[in-house]
């Protein structure tokens, strides 16, 4: 019986640890979460391998509501597993205008007040990685 439960225990943590999608980041400038937006990504597990396409940032924003931030706040980036490689972008409509490898994780926003986008590509190694969507109103 014990052995039972030992197998369904350890069967239960896989399924349940191996998820077919990568981990949501947890976004904060100060106290303020800032909600963000799966896009694009490829995730493998041992036994098998999800790639999902999806529209720009721009596009996976729309429906979100931007989050009032200070010019210059910092911004710290968190994931339930630390990723291993984060390039933060910012977008006007569907161009790139900005584009940085983060060093840590977190970032600075822009002085320049009004709406901005930005993307984060989070990489876990090879064929782990999940592109971010969000939008802030600097205020």
């Known amino acids: 019986m014990r052995k039972l439960v030992v197998v369904f225990t350890v069967i239960a943590i896989l399924l349940?640890?191996?998820s077919s999608r990568p981990p949501m980041?947890?976004?904060?400038?100060?106290?303020?979460?800032?909600?963000?937006?799966?896009?694009?990504?490829s995730w493998k597990t041992f036994n098998k391998q999800?790639?999902?396409?999806?529209?720009?940032?721009?596009?996976?924003?729309?429906?979100?509501?931007?989050i009032a931030v200070?010019?210059?706040?910092?911004?710290?980036?968190?994931?339930?597993?630390k990723p291993s490689k984060m390039i933060l972008s910012r977008w006007v409509g569907q161009e790139t205008v900005?584009?940085?490898?983060?060093?840590?994780?977190?970032?600075?926003?822009?002085?320049?007040?009004?709406?901005?986008?930005?993307?984060?590509?989070?990489e876990w190694g090879e064929h782990?990685?999940?592109?971010?969507?969000f939008i802030v109103k600097v205020e």
């Open 98 to 122: 900005e584009q940085v490898e983060l060093d840590s994780n977190q970032f600075t926003l822009p002085q320049e007040k009004g709406e901005h986008i930005f993307s984060i590509r989070a």
């Open 50 to 66: 999800v790639i999902a396409d999806a529209p720009g940032p721009d596009y996976l924003v729309k429906d979100l509501t931007p």
């Open 25 to 41: 980041p947890v976004l904060k400038a100060g106290k303020i979460e800032i909600p963000a937006v799966l896009g694009t990504y």
């Open 16 to 18: 349940v640890g191996c």
């Open 70 to 81: 200070k010019p210059k706040e910092e911004v710290l980036v968190k994931f339930s597993s």
């Open 128 to 133: 782990k990685s999940g592109l971010y969507a």
